[in-house]
């Protein structure tokens, strides 16, 4: 499981903490996204996109979202983004964009994320 990265760092920890509140109710799209072992994506952002097929088209945006609060690499599409997500989703989003800011600013804090 995840929370067994042995080398993570506060910042690995917090990325993680934002993408699990943006993703909320869809745990198993953290099993795509990232190895089990190590704070990494299990493969390359192309080689995720390429495994995801019967996904909403909304999902493959909360990955790519989640790809980009990671490390940068979902490359999304904010208008494709607003478009696309309902509701809880975008409220997801921005939840998590607020927690991942704040948390960022405050380095003297620690991060604590629920398993």
């Not at 003297?108 to 994320?113: F, M």
Request: glycine share 6%.
């Amino acid at each position: 499981m995840i929370q067994n990265w042995p080398y993570a760092d506060r910042d690995d920890l917090l990325r993680l903490k934002s993408i699990r509140i943006l993703l909320g109710r869809r745990p198993q799209l953290i099993t795509i996204l990232f190895d089990p072992r190590f704070a990494r994506l299990r493969s390359s952002p192309e080689d995720i996109f390429c495994s995801i097929g019967g996904l909403s088209h909304g999902e493959i945006i909360l990955v790519s979202l989640a790809m980009d609060i990671w490390n940068g690499s979902g490359e999304t599409n904010l208008y494709e983004a607003i478009r696309a997500l309902d509701d809880a989703c975008w409220n997801n989003f921005l939840n998590a964009l607020a927690v991942f800011s704040h948390q960022k600013e405050s380095s003297h804090n620690e991060v604590s994320i629920d398993l």
